[in-house]
């Protein structure tokens, strides 16, 4: 039976630590788990970072890549081939599809199609569930543990799709805190609320980030997106969501920085801090990306991800 | 001695068989017999299908790509260095060069300059051999035969690069009668039908596809390409040259409906009846390119590719 | 510790005759020395022949890529990341990074932030260090000496990365005679002729081609830039430094002629005299960026590349 990833509601908890230790076995030594196998990266919008992630990580498991950023090509030649026939056709030529589109459920819809498993690298507002997986993975390997967590979110909570998936996956595990830390306009929305009192996750908005980091175990950064605001509101803002050397000395010796990066001004640290200070741990999320994936591709094309039902409860 | 695959006249029967044979061979296991080596596709413009075909080929032979889509770069640099000069120098890098190019001829001169075997994967208006060799092997596939054929050639047959190249080929073969079907100002040229004349092979033209679908064992369908020819003639045409559940029904149980895709609304089937009728067998051809390119690279580069003499009667 | 390509600089002697030899080596055979590894070309600007030939010698040592010509998407998605930390993200997916860039200087800050080896493939203005290698490399190869050389260079000597990287190289040879020929305002800087002053390499400056042509070993012509001067200096200038069949046969049977490529109309001779005069070195020198670039990673990644001092003579 093929099997998919396509949205982060098919991760258990098991599952999850399943392939967490697999990531862990992989960063070492070199692999030839997916010989002979060849990996199509169909991207219809470039997301140059994702795509070398998962080229290097099929690279690294003795696998080959075949890659387009030039997908809508297929499409543009004739003006009217439909994705899924595209998908069919190289779903022929390869193992396994890793998929980028930038409509909402094409990753559904082509997995429906293809005879090969199809990994989702984000489509549109929709999911970008190996984002949710390496942040995961990140407070696995950073704090030894999934459960007993404060965490603070920071920056747009509205339009963030990593804080909704990260939320989303922290309501499956046990003693849960989560601070939201927006402007408020951009608060956390009423359905990842309503998932989390469901969950039994406790939950809090604040507006002031300095109030918060003493408090916390992880402090999950994103970007306050200065085209979603009036100029005053931003300017009024931004100083409460900026992660500076200064406030960072409030944050617990244990806890660690993560953010899905490429950051911009919502952190201010020196080159020297994000290189010493061993609670900067955005670029060891970035490498966890590398590993996640690498597990992720071997759990699928051998057959070892057993495809969960989907959680009803999802948001 | 270096060969190269330029144009179908390449093709004598004997050496399809055995390049069947092989494709045939290659369809199963993990292969290395182009171990150590690279190919480089230079593609002068975009053609992303064909060239992930001829990607995952050798990369399952155990190979290597080196890959540009961007090929006019080369040129642009200067303002003028020879597409010539481009060649010689990939070829040093390389162990084959796949070639796509916008202008007829360009193939063959560069296989003229290159130390490396060349693959020509179009050209212009002229030649996309591995199209006719995949459209040949689907035939031998699907039926088991390359003679005693009854063949429907349908749509734009004026300016089909694919259909010329399959007439082409099927003149080697014993007892074809073939049925030209196309909208009056879109016929087949007079060069094909001089050529099948010699050849002994019977040809027919129509121009309504419901009369011939239950007499022929292959479908051969391609896009009406509505920008050549007037609305009125396409509104009273394209009803003529359309494939739907209705006249499906009228095919041979043992018929087969191919099409070099993309297609558009000359296929009016739906996605069940394409994943379930087994006379619908175009995806199964696109899969067939990629095995048959396999077996093509196998013999230029291992040196199994005899080269025929190039044929005088080639139209 | 992690070991860089940066600069011409870095290249001593006894290092440039370590990675000849290893070149050598290296055009026999297949090579697996640096399997499981994997190389990012990441080209914040086009260069496709460059890249090309990285990738080469990477597959060409068993080794795995991944690609980008479209660097400057890291940046463009969030308007504000810096090449640091894209280095930095990058560096963490890859065992080396192989980088292009249209700002000089960009090669020393990646490495200042790379926790693999950075290989510069070119930065603005800068350096293009594996250019000059290979030239070096073409000189050992072709004439079995980089000493007791007459070399002439031709064509914009102001403006020419090229030429003045060799003439750099040179400095450290014993017993070189230089002649630079170039239209009066395309004249060598200064820089350049201080340090071969001072490393005791002999120079003169002509203006024509034809009188230096019986008189040298090697003959290293470059573009005249025809966008650089007016048309009427131009007209004068250009049949100066022009190579045709007939100012060819004044040049020595053991004399050769390279050019960094592409080259235009600074050359004019037939495709047959290019292809049986042995004089006629510019696509062996191409050739031989595979061989030496080979070399070069297969030092850098498996720590045969001891880093030199660098030197405060360079110009």
Redesign the interface.
């Known amino acids: 039976m093929v099997q998919h990833f396509i949205e982060s509601q098919q991760l258990t908890l098991n599952l999850m630590f399943s392939l967490f230790q697999r990531a862990d076995q992989l960063r070492h030594g ?2 030839e788990v997916l ?2 196998k ?1 990996m ?1 990266t169909l991207f219809y919008e ?1 997301s ?2 994702t795509r ?2 998962f ?2 990580a099929m ?2 498991l003795g696998g ?3 890659t ?4 809508k ?2 499409a543009a ?5 439909s994705m ?3 998908i ?3 779903a ?3 193992d396994c599809i890793v998929l980028r589109h930038f409509e909402e459920g094409a990753a559904k819809k082509a997995a429906a ?1 293809s005879t090969v498993p199809v990994v989702n690298a984000g489509d549109g507002r929709g999911q970008h569930p190996t984002q949710a997986l390496l942040d995961m993975y990140t407070i696995y390997r950073e704090l030894g543990r999934l459960d007993h967590l404060k965490i603070a979110m920071v920056g747009d909570l509205a339009n963030g799709r990593t804080t909704r998936s990260l939320s989303y996956l922290l309501g499956k595990c046990e003693d849960i805190e989560i601070m939201f830390v927006s402007p408020p306009h951009l608060k956390v929305g009423d359905d990842i609320k309503d998932y989390l009192n469901k969950h039994h996750v406790i939950w809090h908005e604040e507006t002031n980030l300095d109030a918060v980091l003493p408090l916390v175990d992880i402090v999950y950064l994103t ?1 306050i997106q200065r085209e979603r605001m009036s100029s005053i509101d931003y300017f009024n803002a931004k100083g409460n969501y900026i992660l500076t050397q200064k406030n960072l000395q409030a944050l617990k010796p244990t806890a660690r920085v993560l953010h899905p ?5 919502e952190i201010d640290l020196s ?1 020297e801090v994000e290189q010493t200070d061993p609670r900067v741990a955005y ?2 999320q ?2 966890n990306g ?1 590993y996640v994936r690498m597990a992720l591709l071997d759990f699928l094309l051998n057959q070892k991800f057993e495809e969960q039902p989907t959680q009803a409860d999802a948001p």
Chains 1, 2, 3 share one sequence.
Do not use: W
């Open positions: 070199t692999h010989k002979g060849v199509a470039p140059t970072r070398l992630s080229e290097s690279l690294k080959q890549v075949i387009t950023e030039n997908a090509e297929f030649v004739v003006k009217g081939e899924e026939d595209t069919r056709v190289i022929s030529y390869v199609m970007r990066l490429p950051h911009v001004e080159m670029f060891r970035a490498q590398l």
